[in-house]
């Protein structure tokens, strides 16, 4: 009995790290193991050293008042509010960057992704040369040069440079525009304008039916603009233009009213776009050239004209191939604008991971909420990404 | 088996480094190691900072030496950790630094909240505003609707906060992360005014091209007291660097200088505060886990605190600053370190 236990036994052993299987199997489990350990041990160090000093884990100082003010708050906000309050404010300014940051970026990004396959040499070497530098400079350095330029070559408010007849205001403390302050007949105009959407939608399904039955095409673009944009103008014309202006005006050491583009948002703003769509640029290209000639030359040979060529052929083919990677970059932008702090633009790593960290001294509590925020943007940006890029994926017949 | 070492190796490599964040005996890891850390500015002239050489000096730096000599016999022995507002603390409390002495605040929560022990105050200073003289600004209270550069993660954005409130008045705050940065902004127009602890103000000025341009405006918003600071909870560190503060700021009130130390401490004299101090009479250096000639080399290392001064801020210097509140109490300032007996 004794032996043949010991040899199921060593059976058992045996077969565990012997049999190919079971010595996977084995070894994921004792690297998950290990791992487990590895983290639990990470966690219960830093846990036992805070309490040791006695600083326990608690989120209870959101509640107090921050004390502290912050130049550019899109909510209401002031160093009485508390400190989740001012996270708030903080994460506002990531995301308004971010998004201004995404849309400027694409935009300019597409642009120079076209240029840099035209014939023209003079645009296509230019471009080559703007991607080749703007890639291989960290993008710290970009944000620095474009907040020393802002602030060392603008004028100070009292010698504003002033464009289009006071509307706009150029200084090194910001960007000074007009603001609009809607009547309630401006009511009007946001229906016309959701009307305007409706119809489009409305109008493009009505244009696809007919195209199908009959092969008329409508200037669906043309008409689609006119709805969306021309149906509002002439609503707010004939509400009487309900949209007062309040102007800036230099008060003191600055301009009172109006809205302001601050220089380290400018800053942020242009250099993430500028740098993230040197990167954009190379995808669409490479997109682009990913689609073989021969597309192309079938469509000709169809008919089709060279805009409706791209539009329908060569564009929604070339999508596949650029979104995948173009999330990433949208990621990017989105982290690297936490490089703010070092222009003093306020956003999260300034607001709550910055002063609110350093005045109450909470260093695990703030950095657990940066991270946790920055990792849900990511993770939201990824999820639409992801969306997109199933809805643009080859369906095949 | 050999991975498996490896891991065990790191795994014990991790604990040792990170069980001892916390602990006491901070003298024993100093005195083992051989070498003080000390957690100073980026660069504050005059306070902190590297000269040409790449040299530490200035006034916080020459406590920093005063405490290696008296501990480890050699002022040279500091490694200076380098720290913005922002990281001081963490670093200090991470275990990364073992004395604090960067123009720090004494307050309360930083007492009590953020978990540090304060030894005394090495600074009197207050809250001040610097402006171009072009503005034609004369006070504090005309400054409703400026721009206004702070350093970030100091109590100067918390007073400068409290003064516009409680004045009814707007302002600009512009958070800047470094010292550095600060006077950059503040020397391109984008804020009207620079603010932070008068010292650092007249540090500031002293390194601009035109010092004259500008005006510090008479307003001293906040009480400002610096000091020195060690970890809570090693009261033995606590003592020893707190008495080495003490001891310099005393051997100026007995006349104890970097030049006389040394002839004082070959025999007793008549001047019993003196004798205590240089270990002719009575032990006090082995109370605080040093020999009789603790004191002897941290004042022959870098003088006593009037010599300090004098030699890094003082009237002489680009700083220029007066002696005012930092002067001895017999002189109507108010310093006045307990007695060592």
Known sequence: ?397 | MKLFKTLAVSAAVTLASTSGVVNAGTLQDVKARGELNCVVTTGVAGFAAPNDAGRWEGFDVDFCRATAAAVLGDANKVKFVPTTGKTRFTVLNSGEGDLLYRNTTITMSRDADLKLTFLGVNYYDGQGFMVPKALGVTSAKELDGASICIQTGTTTELNLADYFRSNNMNYEPVAIETNEEGQVNYLAGRCDVYTTDASGLAATRGTFDHPNAHVILPEIISKEPLGPAVRQGDDEWADVTRWVLNVLIAAEEAGLTQANVKGHASKAGSNVDINRMVGTEGDFGSMIGLDKQWAVRAISAVGNYGEIFERNVGVNTPLGLARGLNAQWTNGGILYAPPVR
Not at chain 1, 21 to 46: D, G, K, P
Not at chain 1, 91 to 120: E, K, P
Not at chain 1, 193 to 205: E, H, P, Q, R, V
Not at chain 1, 322 to 346: C, E, F, H, V
Request: proline share 4%; charged share 10%.
């Open chain 1, 1 to 397: 009995m004794t032996a043949s236990g010991t040899s199921s036994n060593q059976s058992l052993l045996y077969r565990l790290f012997n049999d190919k299987e079971l010595r996977s199997v084995t070894i994921q489990v004792i690297t998950m193991a290990l791992l487990f350990a590895f983290v639990f041990f990470l966690i219960n160090n830093v846990m036992t050293n805070l309490e040791a000093i006695g600083k326990g884990f608690s989120f209870k100082f959101l509640f107090d008042a921050s004390n502290y003010d912050i130049n550019q708050h899109l909510i209401e906000y002031s160093s009485r509010s508390p400190h989740w309050r001012a996270a708030i404010v903080g994460i506002l300014n990531t995301l308004l960057v971010a998004v201004a940051g995404i849309i400027l970026s694409t935009i300019v990004g597409f642009i120079l992704g076209v240029l840099r396959l035209s014939s023209n040499w003079l645009v296509n070497k230019v471009v080559y040369v703007y991607i080749e530098y703007v890639r291989n400079v960290p993008v710290l350095l970009h944000i620095l040069l474009v907040h020393g330029i802002v602030v060392n070559t603008l004028p100070i408010p009292k010698n504003a440079m002033m464009a289009f007849d006071g509307a706009l205001f150029l200084t090194n403390r910001g960007f000074y525009t007009p603001k609009p302050l809607f009547e309630p007949a401006m009511w009007a105009v946001l229906i016309a304008f959701l009307i305007g959407i409706a119809f489009t939608w409305w109008f493009k399904n009505y244009a696809h039916k007919v195209q199908d039955a009959t092969g008329k095409i409508y200037p669906v673009f043309l008409i689609s603009l006119g709805a969306i944009i021309g149906l509002p103008i002439i609503v707010y014309f004939l509400a009487g233009a309900p949209i007062n202006w309040e102007y800036p005006v230099l008060k003191g050491f600055n301009f009172k009213g109006g809205l302001v583009l601050r220089p380290e948002f400018v800053a942020l703003w242009l250099a993430l776009s500028l740098y993230t769509a040197a990167f954009i640029a190379e995808i669409v290209r490479a997109g682009i050239q990913a689609i073989s000639h021969g597309q192309t030359e079938a469509a000709f040979a169809l008919g089709i004209k060279p805009g409706r060529t791209m539009q329908l052929v060569i564009i929604p083919q070339a999508l596949r191939v650029i979104i995948p990677p173009l999330s990433s970059q949208y990621l990017n932008i989105t982290k690297n604008s936490s490089l703010a702090i070092a222009i003093g633009y306020m956003d999260i790593v300034a607001t709550i991971g910055g002063i609110s960290l350093n005045q109450t001294g909470r260093e695990m509590e703030c950095m657990t909420i940066v991270l946790a925020l920055y990792l849900s943007f990511s993770l939201m940006i990824s999820a639409f990404m992801n969306w997109y890029n199933k809805r643009m994926r080859l369906v095949e017949r």
